[in-house]
Nanobody, 117 residues
Framework: QVQLVESGGSLVQPGGSLRVSCAAS????????MSWVRQAPGKGLEWVSA????????YYADSVKGRFTISRDNAKNTLYLQMNSLKPEDTALYYC??????????WGQGTQVTVSS
């Protein structure tokens, strides 16, 4: 009954900003590292960012470092990804995923982010 539901994706112009969210349920959210992973058209899955349980330590792919910020609100069981200075190459379906020791064991359905003029 683990559920992850992404929302907030939309069309945005290059240089713009967007925040996507992931609502988690069915498990103790605060006990898990969480990640954002994306899939661009015609490409494989690309890990974007991860956050530790307390939210104080984060990790980013080189492609988004300095532009994206991952955060979490454990009281609300919600994960966020703030995306600034968006580029066309950021266009992708964005998934949140629950981390386990060796990978991810639960995924949301994804939210579409399209960066285009």
């Amino acid at each position: 009954q683990v559920q992850l539901v992404e929302s907030g994706g939309s069309l945005v112009q290059p240089g713009g900003s967007l925040r996507v969210s992931c609502a988690a349920s069915g498990f103790t959210f605060s006990n898990y590292y969480m990640s954002w992973v994306r899939q661009a058209p015609g490409k494989g899955l690309e890990w974007v960012s991860a956050i530790k349980t307390g939210g104080n330590i984060t990790y980013y792919a080189d492609s988004v470092k300095g532009r994206f910020t991952i955060s979490r609100d454990n009281a609300k069981n919600t994960l966020y990804l703030q995306m600034n200075s968006l580029k066309p190459e950021d266009t992708a379906l964005y998934y949140c995923a629950r981390e386990i020791f060796w990978g991810h064991d639960a995924w949301g359905q994804g939210t579409q982010v399209t960066v285009s003029s």
